[in-house]
């Protein structure tokens, strides 16, 4: 017949001798305990810890003692449940047997697994900030590529604001008085200015006056009076 009780105080004092700084006694009926367990430092001295309680039950080791995680210091949610999970299977596997250093063994080396995943996570996360970089450096030194449509679109809103300041500019010289018209410009804005001229000549009728002093000294020409076929309108022409 198994001594259950005898199983369960040798495998105590070998559990206090094994962990002396990390094992605690919480109570003798049952008998509850806890141990640290610790991972090995990692990069940069990381670590990750979890407390582990443990109670016997009357008939321990034929059946699994109770356990859980009472504290934890740098593990996600989902690292608990990973080591409660291994806790279940490596308590199955060792029934009949006592089981604490086995047990925690296994967790201490689960913890270990876990340094080496943060270690990765970083290198990971260190190369993926590396390659944006890059990308962000080579995006920034090749520029926009241009193809049709983007032209096409820069091109008519490039041309959309040079009207626009053409229209504001001009504008301005107006209020301020400064524009000058052509000649072009003045009689397309004044189509009065066509009509003008004809008008002016509408209103003047057939009451055209002649400076008579301009012919005043006419006398002083030596002129062919007697000449019955002088004219002096052809003063002025071109013949010998």
Same mark, same amino acid.
Not at 103 to 113: P, T, Y
Not at 174 to 201: M, P
């Given at each position: 017949? /198994?001594?259950? $009780?005898?199983?369960q105080?040798? =495998?105590?004092? %070998? &559990?206090?001798? &094994?962990?002396?700084?990390?094992f605690?006694? @919480?109570?003798?009926?049952?008998?509850?305990?806890?141990?640290?367990?610790?991972?090995?430092?990692?990069?940069?001295?990381?670590?990750?810890?979890?407390?582990?309680? #443990? /109670?016997? +039950?009357?008939?321990?080791?034929?059946?699994?003692?109770?356990?859980?995680?009472?504290?934890?210091?740098?593990l996600?949610?989902?690292?608990? =449940?990973? &080591?409660?999970?291994?806790?279940?299977?490596? %308590?199955?596997?060792? *029934?009949?047997?006592?089981?604490?250093f /086995? @047990? +925690?063994?296994?967790?201490?080396?689960?913890?270990n697994? &876990?340094?080496?995943?943060?270690?990765?996570?970083?290198?990971? =996360?260190?190369?993926?900030?590396?390659? !944006?970089?890059?990308?962000?450096?080579? +995006?920034?030194?090749?520029?926009?590529?241009?193809?049709?449509?983007?032209?096409?679109?820069?091109?008519a809103?490039?041309?959309?604001?040079? %009207?626009?300041?053409?229209?504001?500019?001009?504008? !301005?010289?107006?209020?301020?008085g400064k $524009?000058k018209?052509?000649?072009?410009?003045?009689?397309?804005?004044?189509?009065?200015?066509?009509?003008?001229d004809?008008? #002016?000549?509408?209103?003047?009728?057939?009451?055209? !006056?002649?400076?008579e002093?301009?012919?005043?000294?006419?006398?002083? *020409?030596?002129?062919?009076?007697?000449?019955?076929?002088?004219?002096?309108?052809? @003063?002025?022409s071109? =013949?010998?």
């Amino acid at each position: 017949m /198994t001594d259950y $009780a005898e199983e369960q105080r040798n =495998e105590l004092e %070998a &559990i206090e001798s &094994i962990y002396p700084d990390s094992f605690t006694v @919480l109570s003798e009926n049952p008998t509850a305990f806890t141990i640290k367990v610790t991972s090995d430092a990692g990069e940069n001295d990381d670590t990750v810890e979890t407390i582990l309680k #443990f /109670t016997y +039950v009357e008939k321990y080791p034929d059946e699994p003692p109770l356990y859980e995680v009472v504290s934890q210091e740098n593990l996600e949610e989902n690292d608990v =449940e990973d &080591i409660l999970t291994l806790l279940q299977q490596q %308590a199955t596997e060792n *029934l009949g047997m006592v089981m604490v250093f /086995t @047990l +925690v063994s296994a967790v201490q080396e689960r913890l270990n697994e &876990i340094v080496d995943q943060i270690k990765s996570r970083r290198e990971e =996360e260190k190369r993926r900030k590396e390659k !944006e970089a890059e990308e962000a450096e080579k +995006v920034a030194f090749q520029g926009t590529v241009v193809t049709i449509e983007n032209f096409l679109s820069w091109k008519a809103n490039f041309e959309q604001e040079m %009207a626009e300041l053409k229209r504001k500019k001009q504008k !301005e010289e107006e209020q301020s008085g400064k $524009a000058k018209l052509t000649g072009k410009q003045l009689f397309e804005r004044d189509h009065d200015l066509d009509t003008s001229d004809i008008q #002016f000549l509408e209103d003047a009728g057939n009451n055209v !006056e002649v400076d008579e002093s301009l012919f005043q000294d006419m006398d002083d *020409l030596d002129l062919e009076e007697d000449d019955p076929d002088f004219d002096p309108l052809d @003063l002025g022409s071109d =013949e010998d």
